[in-house]
């Protein structure tokens, strides 16, 4: 059962002075997520807590590392797409040593693509671009949004996954149609309930 002061916590990592645009990051994020889950969510080590995480907290947060720290989460569980990794949840007091050392992900986020409605990936999460989330803020409601379709590996093997941007004038209208939206806790930047991003899969027909 989730407790207030000792959270499960799914925690995504990118590494530091990565070269790599914040869009190429906001789709590292979301496959690294979803690899996560499905490779270690019937883990014995990890299915108790990946299920009470799923039930009660979703807490997700997005740390940096430094080079080294990077190197060290290799012997860590977790799964890494390009200069981003994802861990399975673990409650934040027992987190691995090199988790305490980083600090959180606060850069400004960078520019991501507009929606596009005739232009769907099989799987299109957009982004709120309107709530002045940080990278690391944007990065890890990204990961949950990448959570709230169906898990399946033969799916996700080659699938078309973008994120997109859309601001509030064309917000409403798109949330209707979304197959789910990611409201935010409010632990911090942002107000409880904010949306922050949406999921949308291509019409029944037209999916590869």
Do not use: N
Request: charged share 30%; glycine share 8%; proline share 6%.
């Amino acid at each position: 059962m989730e407790t207030e002061d000792d959270p499960l916590v799914m925690y995504l990592v990118v590494r530091r002075r990565t070269t790599r645009p914040f869009a190429e990051l906001a789709t590292a994020a979301a496959l690294a997520a979803r690899r996560c889950a499905y490779r270690f969510r019937d883990d014995d080590r990890w299915r108790d807590g990946f299920e009470d995480w799923w039930r009660h907290s979703f807490r997700k947060v997005c740390l940096r590392a430094e080079p080294r720290e990077w190197d060290d989460l290799r012997a860590l569980d977790h799964e890494r797409v390009g200069d981003v990794a994802c861990l399975p949840p673990v409650r934040r007091s027992v987190r691995d040593r090199v988790l305490v050392r980083m600090q959180t992900l606060s850069d400004e986020a960078g520019p991501l693509p507009r929606f596009d409605p005739d232009d769907l990936g099989d799987l299109t999460l957009v982004v709120a671009t309107d709530l002045g989330m940080t990278s690391g803020k944007a990065l890890a409601q990204i990961g949950h949004a990448a959570l709230m379709t169906d898990l399946d590996p033969g799916f996700d093997r080659g699938i078309d996954l973008r994120v997109v941007g859309e601001g509030r004038e064309g917000w409403a209208a798109l949330a209707e149609s979304a197959q789910a939206v990611v409201r935010d806790g409010g632990l911090t930047e942002i107000a409880p309930g904010s949306e922050t991003v949406l999921v949308v899969l291509p019409p029944t027909g037209s999916a590869r």
